[in-house]
């Protein structure tokens, strides 16, 4: 077991530049998660798969922000036009989906954004 | 709508002190309730988690917390602090009942361990 991976561990970038995350999860698991973390304070949901499919999605989503998940395996997640406020640790998580006894989420190390 | 609040952004103890990180949440129905751990430029680790069952919850390196439903609370405890323990906590609440199973979390409590 691998664990999730995320990659990369660390992007600095121009604003109004594009980037793009990935994160690889556990291999059998299901679901898969993205959090943003600001400094000093807790993870905050962005949006999560089940499988291939975006089931949910924050109001803290902008336009700007897009996620896939093909072929229900990694996941990217891009933003588009970047601003300061975009400035971030964004987290990876996959679990098997909820109800079942191994439905914990599993963090990976993050990516940490800065946008100068 | 589900929240948690973490009473106390910064705690500090002794070496070898009792541990106690406050957590209460605030749940319709049933909640699922989780502590993290975050070492710096680190992912989150699940310490323990609360599903249903015994109230009293035991997690890894010697941490354990308890659900009380009338106090909605799920502190954490641990009996004799080890400097390795300095780190961000974070409680989390979730519903799983045929819901997304997404996390809520606390705005964290630091931990300083002091010899």
């Known amino acids: 077991d691998t664990g999730v991976s995320q990659d990369p561990r660390h992007k600095i970038t121009k604003r109004g530049q594009n980037v793009t995350f990935r994160c690889d999860p556990i291999?059998?698991?299901?679901?898969l998660y993205w959090y943003r973390q600001t400094l000093g304070q807790g993870p905050e949901f962005l949006t999560y798969?089940?499988?291939?499919?975006?089931?949910?999605k924050s109001r803290l989503l902008s336009d700007r922000f897009s996620a896939e998940r093909p072929k229900g395996s990694f996941s990217t997640l891009e933003i588009q036009r970047t601003e300061q406020g975009d400035s971030a640790m964004y987290l990876c998580?996959?679990?098997?989906?909820?109800?079942?006894?191994?439905?914990?989420?599993?963090f990976g190390p993050g990516t940490r954004l800065t946008v100068l | 709508a589900q929240s948690v609040t973490q009473l106390g952004s910064h705690v500090s103890v002794s070496e070898g002190a009792l541990v106690l990180l406050r957590c209460n949440y605030s749940?319709?129905?049933?909640?699922?309730l989780f502590w993290y751990v975050q070492y710096p430029n680190q992912g989150l680790q699940l310490l323990l988690k609360?599903?249903?069952?015994?109230?009293l919850v035991k997690g890894i390196n010697g941490f354990e917390a308890e659900f009380k439903k009338s106090e909605t609370s799920f502190h954490l405890t641990k009996p004799s602090a080890h400097m390795s323990d300095a780190a961000e906590y974070f409680c989390?609440?979730?519903?799983?009942?045929?819901?997304?199973?997404?996390?809520?979390f606390g705005q964290g409590t630091t931990l300083q361990v002091k010899p």
């Open positions: 998580a996959s679990s098997l989906a909820p109800g079942t006894s191994r439905d914990t989420q599993y």
């Open positions: 291999s059998e698991h299901n679901r």
């Open positions: 798969f089940q499988n291939e499919a975006q089931l949910e």
């Open positions: 749940s319709s129905v049933p909640p699922y």
């Open positions: 609360y599903t249903t069952g015994a109230t």
């Open positions: 989390a609440v979730s519903l799983f009942s045929g819901n997304t199973g997404k996390l809520i």
